[in-house]
């Protein structure tokens, strides 16, 4: 696989590495907004050529914010292409976005092209991805997709105690009485 583009200039555990066991926050920073891809063996049977670019504001804009309270940073944003690939393995996306702000993580979401021969159609909704890690130390944030699309990483509040509250009752969770 060949990856090229917009800040794709070193793999994910190259700059992690770089960025040693205790980063400054302005070396984390300056960091911030690169992308890697690992593809694993047996994704593809044929060889894919990977483009990495920007995603432009008209495009974010297009896509609507997963959640209320999400944020959704161009910086944090790329399309990965060729649009619509499918791959039998996920791949790795990790993008580097910084240290998150105070009551705020940052989590991975995609939305796929709604047509591929046709980009002014949009985009459809975003979806979180599969295995999602934050690191925030780094900044880097992993997640999979099986699809090529808009991936971006997401800011969003954490959840307050008022809000997983009712997950417990419903569950029928809470301390025995």
């Known amino acids: 696989m060949v990856v090229s583009g917009a800040r794709s200039e070193t793999s994910a555990t190259a700059l992690e590495s770089a960025l ?25 049977t044929a060889e894919v050529a990977i483009e990495v670019a920007g995603v432009t504001e008209d495009v974010a804009v297009a896509v609507a914010p997963p959640k209320e309270g999400a944020i959704v940073d161009t910086d944090l944003a790329v399309k990965l292409g060729p649009c619509g690939q499918q791959f039998e393995k996920p791949l790795e996306v990790c993008v580097f976005v910084g240290k998150a702000l ?76």
């Open 102 to 177: 105070p009551d705020r993580f940052f989590t991975m979401y995609h939305a796929p092209a709604v047509n591929c021969e046709n980009l002014d159609l949009g985009y459809a909704s975003f979806e979180e991805t599969t295995g999602n890690v934050y690191n925030s130390r780094t900044g880097k944030l992993c997640g999979k997709v099986s699809s090529f699309s808009i991936v971006a990483g997401v800011s969003l509040p954490v959840p307050t105690y008022s809000q997983l509250d009712g997950r417990f009752m419903v569950a029928g969770g809470g301390c025995p009485g």
């Open 20 to 44: 040693g066991s205790s980063p400054t926050d302005a070396e984390v920073e300056s960091a911030r907004g690169f992308v890697a891809v690992d593809v694993p063996t047996g994704a593809t």
